[in-house]
Nanobody, 115 residues
Framework: QVQLVESGGGLVQAGGSLSLSCAAS????????MGWYHQAPGKQRELVAA???????NYADSVKGRFTISRDNAKNTVYLQMSSLKPEDTAVYYC?????????WGQGTQVTVSS
């Protein structure tokens, strides 16, 4: 049973930092991309950051310079380090991992940034 389990969400004040983790189990994701989407109330789910199997990264313009995605293949885990947080970053954050042509999703974790 393939699962991705997120942790690290919570409430933080504007300008603060938060680190999210997503641990995969049931299979190894080292050969596929992993990443993060977020979804704010009333909005579509949008890509925040992605990292390839080789470590190449891509970021949404809105988070570039503030967020850092990384992965630890030995731990089958992808991370999102968020800094200089803004109220508009408030959303549910979902991790994903690609495996054998399928995209698997975490359950989501709430990030709330107070103004």
């Amino acid at each position: 049973q393939v699962q991705l389990v997120e942790s690290g969400g919570g409430l933080v004040q504007a300008g603060g930092s938060l680190s999210l983790s997503c641990a995969a189990s049931g299979s190894i994701f080292s050969r596929g991309a992993m990443g993060w989407y977020h979804q704010a109330p009333g909005k579509q789910r949008e890509l925040v950051a992605a990292i390839s199997s080789g470590g190449s990264t891509n970021y949404a313009d809105s988070v570039k310079g503030r967020f850092t995605i990384s992965r630890d293949n030995a731990k089958n885990t992808v991370y999102l380090q968020m800094s200089s947080l803004k109220p508009e970053d408030t959303a549910v954050y979902y991790c994903y991992g690609d495996l054998n042509g399928m995209r698997y999703w975490g359950q989501g974790t709430q990030v709330t940034v107070s103004s």
